[in-house]
């Protein structure tokens, strides 16, 4: 079922100052097809849980609707609406064992006892937890607990499912593992899904789009790709991995490229958020990765730009250069690759960088 | 300001709006402040009330002037308050003792001590003050028949002190025990590798850790000896007054109600002064990081013959408690105590269980029927304390644990006063006896719920509902369960409590519905101290029972649970 949110703001009061007002959300307008996967990703604060527990009604809207499926939800308490949440501290109930926790919903629903139990066997067997049905939840491993809670949320085929930063208590590793099987999980069963999280890597990773939130607001949604590679504005190019902001000033337009004047020379960027003419100052958003490098010759060529090897960290498959440039205020971060073949540019060394069209997306001036 | 009143009554709107929700949830709030305002509140303020009318019913200052003008009601306060302060410092300190011993020094008997320590609470709350007028009395076991003596003069402050330090240093030993526990011994270790001495680490780290502890074991101490009204009955005579006796002779004897309830309010102050002391000011001192249960005990701290002399001092006082206990036991058994000890009977356990039995019976029945309503009552009042928002929620909180601070004097006297008249007439009945007993003995099982239910994340709720679940049937089926360790032991407090409950109830009681407790006081008071004995001993043995099948319940009915849950 798709989701929408509609004009939704949330505040907080604190009880204490109830003249302070927190703006949890604000003024959030949101589509969410059928059996799509969306991430909210953002700070620490900025209302993704506040989001996630207004679609599944734990909290009211100061104002704003919620539509699941077509139909207005916003009237109805948690338990009425077809959502299921799977916490972040998977809130298995301690004092039910793993097949009555999974079973629970059903039990609800008043099955009896011999579908409960055909229906938590089948999806205790796509989860992968079938021998596990008598145990009680303080002797399963973390990753086993959240497989529990995820089978809790999805045997009663929710219309949405919610996930509030499922893995945070998980390390390294296992997170890799559970969020692959977590979108496994979410395609077998087409259910329509927000996932809230804080890590990139992940939303990358699990999302059909992304929302990126700050201070209650959405900055952009957008595929992975996009919010990568087209980032709406200086926040999200700023919260979404390595970056580099120059500065640059529109001179004209070609065949659907902008011309910029850079320090060095005059380049073609290849996307704009807004739009710009000749004379606008602008900034250009371009990731390490997308740099090319080369040592400065006497009477060589010349790059966009040209600077000073600051800093030179040999990571393995990857060398990372800070170079200073002129009039570009932080370093400009690179990155290259293939260190065997291609060697290293010695610290303090003066070097040539060139960025093509694709890799340079424009955006204004904050 | 105005603003923020707004903001305030706006906010209070909201939380109504969403109640109206759930129909269910706001009729249970409805009725349980209605019930709080009827069974706890419109009491006092009957006496309050009451105690500014004179003897036509016509409002006046008259019982209070008389308070300051005789002499006799103003040294019962002095002598109330001397004793309160008295007992809380003796208590507390026996209390330390105890605990201090227990979890810090390697002395054998450990568990015989601690149960030792536990007994006196599980007693009716006098039997110190029989014990003594038994051993030390006109007819005394040690008195007279050892010693020849015939006028120990044991009514009066000494007497009736040692009774109180008996009867209430239990309590401050079992939070001074928690207290002690929940300090993590690795500070005192750390105290001692920087080179302090044994000494030192104990003034330095131990006691001001624990000082917030053995503040509020006073305070508490404090309220119970001002309330306390068993032992003053029976030791306290005429020479020694103090509040409880007195508001309790005006009543039933002068049938003075007025100056009964001008007592009772001045009885209440210095109780709910020490009650907002506790609640507001030590409570929040409680250094809260430090809980936890420890890892390994340190028994390093006393030195030998340190310890030595505390295990002393313990078998001292355990020797007095195992030598109170078994005079009861004699006297149960002897054919006449103080004239003829050796020849033993079953007489009294026969007048016990025939001409007394009605009183075991109704007894059993109270308790029996306000224990486990008492006990889910708590459990509710903690669960919408913690967990939900409404108008009146700090209220509910407060007049809930009020019971704590009200002495049984006062409740009874507020009980007598508005149940027997329109609107609702109770007295004489079983209904003013067990809601006395619900609403007196609700606060521990709220404590024991509220602090459980602060451990357990609202998300584990929030799952319940989310998949389905209606707010009854979560509270059923996932908070209920969670909290059951808290409503066993708010279930054990409550039982115990009704089953020696003497100061309130002793207003309450008719012919129709009598309390054990009440009886052996008036055993005692008519000098049969074997009847009283026999009926101390079932009661007691009432109380190990059923304390017994509590346990039993909670360790096979529930063995599903874990053994940690059980511990909380
Ligand atoms: N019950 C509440 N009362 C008051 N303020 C709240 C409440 N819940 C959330 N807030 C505030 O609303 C804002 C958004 O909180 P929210 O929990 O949605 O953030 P989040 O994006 O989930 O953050 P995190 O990544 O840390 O989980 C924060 O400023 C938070 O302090
Ligand atoms: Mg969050």
Redesign the pocket.
Known sequence: MSVRLEAIHKY???PDQPDNR?T?VEDMTLEIQEGEMVTFL??????????LRIVSGFEAPNSGTVWIGGKEVSHLPPNKRDTSMVFQSYAIFPHLSVGQNIGFGPELRGMNKKQIKDAVMEVMEVMNLTDLYHRSPDQLSGGQQQRVALARAVINRPKVLLFD?PLSNLDAKLREQMRLEIRRIQKTFGITSIY?T?DQSEAMTVSDRIVV?DK?RVMQVGTPFEIYSRPANYFVADFIGRVNFIPCTVVGATDGALNVQYQGGIGDAGSAEGSFSAGDSALTVVRPESLRLAKTEAGGPKGLLSGVVEKQVYIGATVEYEIVVPGVETPIQAVTFNPVEEGFIETGSSVEIDFGMKAAHLIPVQ | MSQRLKNKAKQQILALRRLSGDPILLLTIVAILASLVLFILYPLFEVLITSFRDDMGRWSTAPFERFFTSQHERSALRNSLLLGVATAIAGSAVGFLFAFTITRTSVPFKKALNTIAIVPIVSPPFIGAMAIIMLFGRNGLISYQLLGIRNLNIYGFWGLMFAQVLTFFPVAYITLKGVLESISPTLEDAAMDLGGSRWKVFRRVTLPLTFPGIASAMLVLFIETLSDFGNPLILAGSRFPVLSVQAYLQITGMYNLPRGAALAVVLLIPSITAFFIQKYWVSRKQYVTITGKPTSSSIKLVSRPVQWILFGLCLFVAGIILLVYATILWAAFARVWGHDMTTLTLRHFQYVFGVGFSAVRDTLIIAGVSTPIAGILGMVIAFLVVRKRFPGRQFMDFTSMLSFAVPGTVIGIGYILAFNKPPLILTGTFAILALNFIFRYIPVGIQSGIAILRQVDPSIEEAAIDLGADARTSFRRITLPLMLPAFFSGLTFAFVRAMTAISAAIFLVSANWNLMTVQIMAQVESGRFGAASAFSVVLVAIILVAMMIIRLILTKGFSGYKGKLLQV
């Not at chain 1, 953002?42 to 989001?51: D, E, F, R």
């Open positions: 907080f009061s604190d927190v949890a953002g700070p620490s604060g900025c209302g993704k849980t506040t989001t930063e809230v804080h939130m209650g």
